[in-house]
């Protein structure tokens, strides 16, 4: 049994903030393009779900024997992300769930796993989310070049569409870029030069020097190389010392999406998917305490899965940050005005008892009437029949618009206005919920919108995520 | 079967506080000043009260919260709460109290302090029902009213800009009455230019869509008409009475159920069906005389005077709104004037019998929404008009003798709807 890669998916937030508008805010550095952030609602772990949703398209969610979540920006410190990844995703119970973290190189150790945990028949297929939204320190080279984004692959033992054809890592105690366990807010680091002269170009050249070594490969053979990089120059200057042309390195997207840490080589790696052909070879490498790289190639059902969102649609469909101040909101990162207003308050107790409707998204429809609804009732809404119901997932369904509203003043909102919407589902049920991801002058009843898992509200010292809705991204 | 309830409880005697940012008054003040001119109204002392229903959605919770302040001696004291429409609910079942012959008289209370909180707006309360993080969505009021708004001028056809120009002209209405009540919250006139060109609160619904966040009390004295004579003989010949009475709580899942469309409200309609059976009305546009509606934002007027059957579903802006047929008659030519009507459209007078004045008081709009107090606010209106009491006389109507208050709780979708018709009894008229 030899695992492969049965699907890709990736994802990028809606929200774009430009290099010129940093320039505004703080003067100097790298001025051009621009970097994706994450909305207000979003994190790691919920953009990890819209990858691993790009990715199971197509997919039984139930086939999934396990799934590995690497990050650096986990949403806890103690507490999985896996887990809650898994239940929005609605896997089964048993399959397996663990975080990968505190590397960057954190992403090709849950493949590796991965690959271990199908070749060693623990399962049939795992699925390796990679997602990250850090938090840069303002006006660093560190702002101006990181960007938020997720990518999943899902290994497998059959469907296989690329191939694992060979890979060579090591293991290694540089230290680049570090946060103490306590009091560091922001990511530490240490000259630039020798981080990586000695750092990333050492280590990412040797790994990837012995991969094509043992595997008897000339640089020449490789269709496209997809491996991480910190910044444009050094990513240009590896490509560079590993001997390979322009044409066959894939655009690292720093001026459209920026170094998204974690999931980046896999990012990269699934815009090199998007447009391989069958029998391209493909190298993919990784970097962070040490290196990894994966040589890759496409089969023969490559073109099933090439109607992801991926990378291409989603770095086509955006909207621009208005200033540096959204996103100095989005990230929370000043002392706000204090205002009387009590905060609001959750209940462990309550998702604990509704995991199934507000993380899994089930609804149900009722044996006598045949009406589906949500949220689950004991008695049906319409016609009060008890505790007869089907379960329907509901988040896989599209909506459209019935009325909507935007409120200006909704205090617990960082993104005003907050628009409110009624939606009704294809198959039935009607949703009432909040819009995000929006164009507020592009709102209009009629249109089509779907679910996307975010961040509800910060309250009660934990986080609050369930399903909004959105107007249907690509 | 039920006896019949039409004119066996009586009005004896009503308070109402100013409404306002009442920054001197704390919510005890409010109870006191509110009861002290209904029991003075009333020619009735405090000791003489056998049972008090306290209404508060917020400001105090079990009986207490109004035997402390009044230094009640033991007697039963019910706390009643249905949200903005406890007012309604507490009158309610102080009526039924007397219909039963449990007691002979009584006080129903109605209060709310809403302007300790040091921010604008109402209390957010728990962010969810149960502790919910998704189910309420982060909704305010102005904001589920919203979409009631969008959907109303979606399907009949009036579009943002015509929609917000029908619903402006009731808050132009409200505030011209406002301005003319020395109680009132809000007392400024305003134009329709204005009221366009506000600050958007929650859209389509601009600033002067939404009523004023108030202070203020209401209080009622009842007894069963029969013994007026005995506890009130100086108002043996202008006590009201009690026609018709309707309570009706949605089950609450508009905003879930495809069947629901956001441009009516289920529960007046129910609450309204309730209210006419007993007071036998069949056509209410033309025998009620006025009527106090629950206009937390203009577009509710809208709503509720459709679902109460004042005109067809739809038909409000062209048989209602535009002709000016709810404006009091003396500010009707004034009012219209403020919106953009033409010389006209003033000139052609709606049928006297189409005539129903709605909210001459001001409304919640203008006069102001104290939520456990605004009920017994919409009948003490009915009341002083009847009697020929208003305040400021140039807001008194002639020949009053049938007022509807309309009260609701929740927002579209899930409602709880309180209705009181109150007029004069059978015997006067």
């Not at chain 1, 069958?278 to 099933?304: E, K, Q, T, V």
């Not at chain 1, 009624?422 to 009607?430: F, K, N, T, V």
């Not at chain 2, 005109?311 to 535009?322: N, P, S, V």
Request: aromatic share 8%; net charge negative; charged share 25%.
């Amino acid at each position: 049994m030899t695992a492969g890669i049965v699907s890709y998916g990736a994802y990028v937030p809606i929200y774009r903030l430009s290099r010129q508008e940093m320039a505004k805010m703080w003067g100097g550095g790298y001025r051009k393009g621009e970097k994706a952030v994450a909305n207000s609602d979003e994190d790691s772990l919920t953009m990890g779900v819209a990858a691993a949703r790009d990715c199971l398209k197509g997919f039984d969610s139930k086939t999934v024997d396990g799934l590995y979540f690497a990050s650096v920006s986990a949403p806890y410190r103690e507490k999985q992300s896996a887990s809650i990844i898994a239940a929005a995703l609605d896997l089964r119970p048993d399959a397996f769930t663990a975080d990968f973290c505190n590397s960057l190189g954190s992403g090709a150790n849950a493949l590796k796993a991965a690959q271990d945990a199908v070749n060693g028949g623990r399962a049939r297929r795992v699925l390796v989310v990679a997602s990250d939204c850090r938090l840069p320190p303002p006006n660093s080279n560190f702002e101006r070049m990181l960007g938020d984004g997720a990518a999943a692959l899902l290994i497998g033992s059959d469907d296989i569409a690329v191939t694992i054809e060979g890979q060579y890592g090591i293991s290694s105690d540089f230290l680049d870029i570090w946060k103490k366990d306590r009091n560091d807010t922001y990511m530490r680091s240490w000259e630039d030069r020798f981080i990586l002269d000695k750092g990333y170009l050492d280590h990412v050249k040797r790994v990837v020097d012995t991969l094509l070594k043992n595997q008897s490969l000339s640089p020449k053979e490789i269709a496209k190389a997809a491996y991480y990089g910190p910044d444009p120059r050094s990513h240009g200057s590896l490509g560079r010392k590993l001997g390979l042309g322009p044409d066959q390195i894939q655009a690292p997207m720093f001026d459209e999406l920026g170094n998204t840490g974690t999931p980046f080589f896999m990012m990269i790696l699934v815009a090199a998917l998007e447009s391989a052909a069958p029998g391209n070879l493909i190298l993919a490498a990784s970097y962070g305490d040490g290196s990894d790289a994966f040589l890759l190639r496409a089969g023969d059902s490559i073109s099933n899965i090439q109607d992801r969102r991926g990378m291409k649609h989603h770095l086509e469909s955006k909207m621009a940050l208005s200033g540096y101040g959204k996103y100095l909101r989005y990230r929370d990162l000043m002392e706000w005005e204090k205002t009387p207003m009590p905060p609001a308050e959750s209940s462990v107790n309550v998702y604990y008892r509704e995991e199934k409707a507000l993380i899994r998204g089930y609804g149900h429809r009722c044996r006598s009437c045949g009406k589906v609804q949500f949220p689950p009732q004991r008695l049906c809404m319409w016609c009060q029949d008890k505790d007869q119901f089907d379960d329907v997932r509901i988040v896989d369904k599209k909506g459209k618009l019935f009325t909507y509203s935007m409120d200006e003043r909704a205090v617990f909102a960082l993104d005003l206005p907050n628009i409110l919407v009624i939606a009704d589902l294809e198959g039935g049920g009607r949703i009432y919920n909040q819009a995000t991801d929006r164009d507020p002058d592009k709102i209009e009843v009629g249109m089509e919108l779907e679910f996307t898992f975010r961040k509800f509200h910060e309250a009660s010292g934990f986080h609050n995520y369930s399903w909004k809705l959105q107007p249907v991204r690509c | 079967m039920t006896e019949p309830f039409k004119d066996k409880v009586a009005i004896i005697g009503m308070g109402c506080t100013p409404f306002g940012e009442l920054w001197d008054k704390d919510v005890d003040d409010l109870m006191v000043d509110a009861t002290t001119e209904a029991l003075e109204d009333a020619g009735v002392a405090l000791k003489d009260i056998e049972a008090v229903w306290a209404g508060t959605a917020n400001s105090g919770v079990n009986g207490s919260a109004a035997s402390a302040p009044l230094q009640l001696q033991y007697v039963p004291v019910t706390r009643v709460e249905n949200a903005c429409a406890t007012g309604i609910e507490t009158i309610r079942n102080a009526a039924h109290a007397l219909a039963a012959g449990v007691y002979d008289i009584v006080l129903a209370l109605g209060f709310e302090k809403l302007k300790d909180l040091g921010f604008a707006g109402l209390h957010p309360g728990k962010l969810s029902d149960k502790f919910h993080p998704i189910y309420p969505a982060g909704g305010t009021g102005p904001g589920r009213y919203a979409l009631a708004a969008t959907r109303y001028f979606e399907r009949y056809g009036l579009g943002p800009v015509g929609g917000r120009r029908t619903i402006g002209r009731l808050s132009v209405k409200s505030h011209y009455s406002g301005a003319r009540n020395p109680k009132a919250h809000l007392k400024r006139e305003i134009t329709l230019e204005q009221v366009l060109k506000a600050p958007m609160i929650a859209w389509p619904l601009g600033l002067y869509d939404c009523c004023g966040v108030t202070d203020g009390a209401s209080a009622a004295i009842l007894c069963r008409a029969e013994d007026v004579k005995k506890y009130a003989p100086h108002h043996r010949d202008d006590y009201i009475t009690i026609k018709g009475m309707g309570v009706a709580a949605g089950p609450g899942w508009g905003k879930n159920k495809e069947e629901y469309d956001f441009t009516h409200w289920t529960e007046t309609v129910w609450a309204a069906k309730q209210a006419y059976e007993m007071a036998g009305i069949t056509n209410p546009r033309k025998e009620l005389d006025i009527a106090e509606i629950h206009d937390c934002f203009s577009i509710a007027e809208l709503i509720a005077m459709e679902s109460l059957g004042f005109c067809e579903r739809g038909r409000a802006k062209q048989e209602l709104i535009d002709i000016g047929a709810t404006i009091a008659p003396q500010f009707r030519e004034a009012v219209m004037k403020k919106w953009d009507a033409t010389e006209e459209e003033i000139k052609q007078l709606p049928d006297p019998e189409d005539v129903l004045v709605v909210n001459n008081s001001g409304g919640l709009k203008s006069f102001g929404h104290p939520v456990g107090g605004s009920g017994g606010r919409e009948v003490y209106e009915i009341y002083k008009q009847i009697q020929r009491k208003v305040e400021e006389p140039s807001r008194q109507l002639d020949n009053v003798k049938l007022g509807l208050a309309h009260n609701q709780g929740g927002h579209p979708g899930r409602f709880v709807c309180g209705i009181i018709i109150a007029g004069v009894p059978e015997e006067r008229l």
